[in-house]
Nanobody, 123 residues
Framework: QVQLVESGGGSVQPGGSLRLSCLAS????????MGWDRQIPGKEREGVSC????????YYADSVKARFTISRDSAKNTVYLRISEVQPEDSADYYC????????????????WGQGTQVTVSS
């Protein structure tokens, strides 16, 4: 019912900034809670951020709080993840997902996932 396509990844220098986008199509975007996960090479996939569809509350993993910002533009059916002060540890494949609700920065009852976009932090 929902197709998610991530974009905005690429190579960025440490300390730089990047904005990832996730375009949703095929269903009503506003019905879903949205979030981002990432998989760092050699590590397990981890939740990064979630934005509630109920009240717009945002949640972040401790490792990214104060540097990452999640937002959504319902008119464009798009959710964003802005990454500031990029660190080498942020190099990962980033995935967006549509879910029922947030439990902190984790998504509960996720139903749709994108294919991911790769972020590489290097000088």
């Amino acid at each position: 019912q929902v197709q998610l396509v991530e974009s905005g990844g690429g190579s960025v220098q440490p300390g730089g900034s990047l904005r990832l986008s996730c375009l949703a199509s095929g269903s009503t975007f506003s019905m879903y809670t949205m979030g981002w996960d990432r998989q760092i090479p050699g590590k397990e996939r981890e939740g990064v951020s979630c934005i509630s569809n109920n009240d717009g509350s945002t949640y972040y993993a401790d490792s990214v709080k104060a540097r990452f910002t999640i937002s959504r533009d319902s008119a464009k059916n798009t959710v964003y993840l802005r990454i500031s002060e990029v660190q080498p540890e942020d190099s990962a494949d980033y995935y967006c997902a549509a879910a029922k609700y947030c439990s902190g920065y984790e998504l509960i009852a996720a139903r749709y996932w994108g294919q991911g976009t790769q972020v590489t932090v290097s000088s």
